[in-house]
């Protein structure tokens, strides 16, 4: 019969998992590397399963251990939380979470709908991660994520907020030398900023729409980029044109510094949802991030 392992010894299972080595997990748990190798051992040995494939440079889970950390993980946080609230005698949020999101959404918003979060619950100790990759949430850590674009087939929960809507623009100063253009199959003869993390679809394709119409356009790639920060500030130096996000760049254009091109043309929208890992049981304080989070995002008209 399987004996229910102490909680330090998740403790340790779970720090080693999150860091990838016994050796650093050991320093974060003031242990020596031995004495953390010694409770895995334990621990697998009272579960009855190898929960971690060991080498001289590195840890990964096993199936069994991959299950044991997605749903036993957010068990004992919330069992801390609630200790924590009956010490407290009141039933305050608590605990870290773990947020990761696209790094110009979240410079310009995602920073302070956490503030706002943690203002009403400032137990609780946030951890931003921002990356333009889709990272692996188990690997890194991560609690929730924000995420744009069509997601890819898998296991995770998610939760759909609602669109991001994206437009052609340029600055005035470009538009001087090399003109406007007045239809799609112009844009091919112009400069234009290109976004080469951008997974959706080739990077140097554009499909317009207007009234039933379609066209497909090829464009003249001349500046690529990863980070739309970047590609913004391109755009006011007058280095091309670009179709991004209008939250991003739309202010520019109500203030005179980049014009919107063919507004009467649409480019298709990207869905926007918030991700987490598939466990039976959910941690209330990640539940309360969600909900926060979504109230955020429809108080944004700049992202609609």
């Known amino acids: 019969m399987r004996k229910n392992p102490d909680n330090t010894a998740w403790r340790v299972f779970f720090r080693v998992v999150e860091r990838g080595s016994l050796t650093l997990a050991a320093e974060d748990l003031a242990l020596e590397p031995s004495s953390v190798s010694r409770q895995l051992t334990a621990l697998e040995h009272r579960l009855n399963t190898q929960l971690l494939n060991r080498s001289t440079r590195k840890v990964s889970l096993t199936p069994a251990g991959t299950r044991a950390y997605e749903q036993m993980r957010p068990l004992l946080e919330e069992m801390d939380a609630l200790l924590a609230s009956l010490d407290q ?122 009234a039933g119409e379609v066209a497909k356009v090829e464009l003249k790639a001349s500046f690529l980029l990863n980070s739309l920060g970047a590609i913004h500030s391109a755009l006011l130096a007058g280095a091309g044109l670009h179709a991004g996000p209008d939250w991003l760049l739309a202010p520019s254009a109500r203030r005179g510094e980049l014009v919107k091109l063919l507004p009467d043309w649409q480019l298709p929208a990207l869905p926007v949802h918030l991700v987490r890992l598939h466990s039976r049981f959910v941690p209330q304080r990640i539940s309360a991030l969600c909900d926060w989070l979504e109230q955020c995002w429809q108080q944004l008209e700049d992202l609609r």
């Open 89 to 210: 005698g009141t039933p305050e949020l608590s605990g870290r979470l773990r947020v990761s999101a696209p790094v110009a959404l979240g410079e310009r918003h995602v920073s302070i709908w956490l503030a706002g979060f943690q203002r009403q619950h400032p137990a609780v100790v946030l951890d931003l991660v921002l990356s333009d990759r889709a990272l692996d949430l188990m690997a890194e850590g991560i609690d929730v994520a924000l995420r744009v674009g069509h997601l890819r087939a898998s296991s995770l929960v998610a939760r759909p907020l609602g669109q991001l809507s994206h437009g052609l623009y340029a600055s005035p100063d470009y538009l001087r030398v090399h003109g406007a253009p007045l239809q799609p199959a112009d844009l091919g003869e112009h400069r234009a900023l290109v976004y080469s993390w951008m997974t959706e679809q080739n990077p140097s394709q554009l499909l317009l729409s207007q």
